[in-house]
């Protein structure tokens, strides 16, 4: 299985982004897919996953302003990031697994990470 985030980039607060994570090897709605992010200084911390059946998680954090989706006939995995703050600057990696819980940062197959910084 191979995972390629893109999509990062500098963007001031307030801003968008749209993350894709393109995925080989496996389609996207038959494992969970998760969104991850890791801060200088901070543990990696899960911010979005789905479930293959279609279920959707998102840390407290986040919820209201990021929205991940999949695109089961491209096998990518989306996070739409709105009204971003400059705590939301981390690294970005999508991964994916087949335990649950989403938001256990224990996965499987990782991407590279995309950097995202939120200038204030």
């Known amino acids: 299985v191979q995972l390629q985030a893109s999509g990062g980039g500098l963007v001031q607060a307030g801003g968008s982004l749209r993350l894709s994570c393109a995925a080989s090897?496996?389609?996207?709605?038959?494992?969970?897919m998760g969104w991850l992010r890791q801060a200088p200084g901070k543990e990696r911390e899960v911010v979005a996953g789905?479930?293959?059946?279609?279920?959707?998680y998102y840390a407290d954090s986040v919820k209201g302003r990021f929205t991940i989706s999949r695109d089961n006939s491209k096998t990518a995995v989306y996070l739409q990031m709105n009204n971003l703050k400059p705590e939301d600057t981390a690294v970005y990696y999508c991964?994916?697994?087949?335990?649950?819980?989403?938001?256990?940062?224990?996965?499987?197959?990782w991407g590279q990470g995309t950097l995202v910084t939120v200038s204030s």
């Open positions: 090897g496996r389609t996207v709605n038959t494992y969970i």
């Open positions: 991964a994916s697994k087949g335990v649950p819980p989403i938001s256990n940062p224990r996965y499987d197959y």
């Open positions: 789905m479930y293959a059946r279609g279920d959707e």
